[in-house]
């Protein structure tokens, strides 16, 4: 059930809600420890596995939403094999939310952007009593920017995307996009799905008690079949991933903003196309 807590300015009364969250995040390969093969294909063998950059912030997002106005964060992620890892559990744990919710599941490995959406959905749609869904802007790997909108559309829930500011205001969330002149100002009722951008906040750094607090916190693991979930169909179907071909840099230096130097640019420009 949603609570409230009942704020006074003045002689002014008014209320905000205490906040159930959902944050889904993604686990990504270290791209310092990605090599490139031969023939151009990635090698992720080396590959160490992290929590994605921009799923950071929507977790910062969540804990100052709660510190606000009082509530609780729970984290979602689905995956394969590599998402049952202790270290990682304790990653996204020990940044805020109270428990960690994961499905792990062979057939989640190279889903595409809806195969995931549908999942997260069964899976949200499983624990059930949320008040606002968490998304970064994009994956760290992908960056399709798609699965959250997906969800929202999913659930029949509003949806706001490029989001780079929340505030809590009864039961709605005054919410701000950032635009290339202007800054929009919208209202949302909730439930809803909000994809926040990377410059919504500067997520906090775990202490170690932080760390040490995250292994006694509830973790539930599911498997596919646990959800009310069609199977997954491989509609979208990747031959392969290759990195773009290495050219040496002609390293051809101008210097000056004279007319000479200009044409001489241009003439080397159209030379090389």
Known sequence: ??????????HIEFEVIKLNIIVCYKIVPCEQDITIRQDGTLSFDKAEWEIGQYDLMPVEAAMQLVEEVGGRVSALSIGSKQLDNSKLKKGILSRGPEELFVVIDETLEN?????????????????????????????SD??????????GELLKLPTLNSISKITPLKDQLVVERTLENEVEVLEVNLP?????????????????KDILASGKKPVTQWKFNDLECRAITKATEITNTLAP???????????????????????????AL
């Open 1 to 10: 059930m949603r609570g409230k807590l009942a704020y006074y300015l003045g």
């Open 111 to 139: 889903i595409d952007t809806f195969q995931t959406a549908s999942t997260l959905a069964s899976a949200i749609g499983k624990i059930g009593d949320y008040d606002l869904i968490l998304f970064g802007e994009g994956s």
């Open 142 to 151: 992908l960056y399709a920017q798609q699965v959250g909108p997906q969800v």
């Open 192 to 208: 809803a799905v909000i994809c926040v951008t990377t410059d919504i906040n500067l997520p906090r750094i775990p202490t170690m």
């Open 245 to 271: 071909p290495q050219a040496e840099r002609k390293q051809i230096i101008f210097e000056g903003d004279s007319e000479e130097v200009v044409s001489q640019f241009f003439d080397s420009f159209r030379k």
